[in-house]
């Protein structure tokens, strides 16, 4: 599957569901949100067909995200399953933490090595006044025993203008002693119409931020199709990653599409509408004409995050990160 700006589509984002433990203030209400019943839901067998078939498109890496995966209940036996589809190379999992922790050696054991796990602060009291939740412990558990296992573990802190500024340089610092990735990324309007967006954070700032304290900050070279610019420290374990995901700078490359939870295929994290695979699927729709309809998606992928925003409804961005997925 190509787009009409000649980039190959071979990643996707599936999000299994819309649910989630923590209510952090920059992706939903303290309150939470409406859920989706389970009927709105895609199930895991229209899951796994879907990603048969995109996996004979071309599709090669799955991240799965949500919400927060690990609520649904039989998450494994579909991630066994997943990672089993020819043609399929990589599956990530994108998580908070907090309820990881015991099924690490399953993960390993099926062959997913690496986890994103969300963690803005590593102060506890900013914490539980970001996501409203005490859960620090239990996410930071699943730090450390991930990293001594083995896995591949990303760190994802989303900067906020008087918020969480004070714990960039202690994240850094993490990455002298673990093997780890912090990846910062600019605040997003995803947050179900809570608050508008101080973008006074944005990467330029932060990688600015943190040159004062580390000068020595080395930018290194970034795989295909990465949405993060690279750095790393003399004599540090791990690296340092800062996305640029308001500002959209690495939109150029982009290899990706999305599949919400309610089974909306969207071409753009900022993209209005998209394309309905659940009904299409609960249609009976055959191969030819899901194919017809997901390139057809693809053909109007905009050029880049900017250009999708202009072309998404007057209404504005004003979903939950939850809702589209993460």
Not at 20 to 34: A, D, H, I, K
Not at 116 to 141: C, W
Not at 164 to 183: F, G, H
Request: aromatic residues 6%; hydrophobic residues 40%; contains cysteine.
């Amino acid at each position: 599957m190509v787009d009409k700006h000649g980039r190959a589509i071979n990643y996707l984002r599936l999000a299994v569901t819309d649910r989630c433990n923590l209510r952090c203030f920059y992706c939903m209400p303290e309150e939470g949100l409406q859920w989706l019943e389970r009927k709105e839901l895609l199930t895991y067998e229209e899951m796994l067909l879907l990603c048969q078939f995109l996996a004979q498109q071309g599709i090669q890496k799955i991240r799965i995200t949500g919400g927060e995966p690990f609520i649904r209940k039989d998450l494994l036996p579909f991630l066994e399953h997943l990672v089993a589809i020819p043609g399929i190379n990589t599956v990530n999992i994108t998580t908070n933490g907090i309820l990881t922790a015991p099924y690490l050696p399953d993960l390993k054991r099926i062959g997913i090595n690496n986890l994103n796990i969300s963690l803005d602060t590593l102060d506890p009291n900013r914490f539980f006044k970001i996501t409203h939740r005490y859960e620090f412990d239990a996410v930071m558990d699943t730090v450390n025993q991930a990293v001594d296992m083995g896995f591949d573990v990303k760190l994802n802190a989303v900067v906020m203008h008087n918020m969480n500024i004070e714990d960039i340089l202690p994240l850094v610092a993490l990455t002298k002693e673990m093997p780890i990735s912090v990846r910062f990324l600019e605040e997003m309007p995803f947050n179900g119409g809570q608050h508008e967006v101080d973008n006074t954070w944005n990467h330029l700032h932060i990688l600015h931020h943190i040159q004062q304290t580390y000068p020595q900050l080395q930018k290194a070279i970034a795989p295909p199709n990465s949405t993060a610019q690279l750095y790393n420290l003399p004599d540090h374990k791990g690296q340092i990653g800062i996305i640029a995901s308001y500002s959209r700078s690495f939109c150029g490359t982009c290899n990706r599409i999305r599949i919400t939870p309610q089974g909306i295929l969207k071409t753009c994290l900022y993209e209005g509408g998209g394309l309905d695979i659940k009904s299409l699927i609960r249609s009976n729709a055959s191969p030819e004409m899901l194919l017809q309809h997901i390139q057809n998606a693809i053909d109007h992928k905009a050029v880049d995050g900017m250009a999708a925003e202009k072309l998404a409804s007057s209404k504005g961005l004003t979903d939950s990160m939850a809702t589209i997925g993460g």
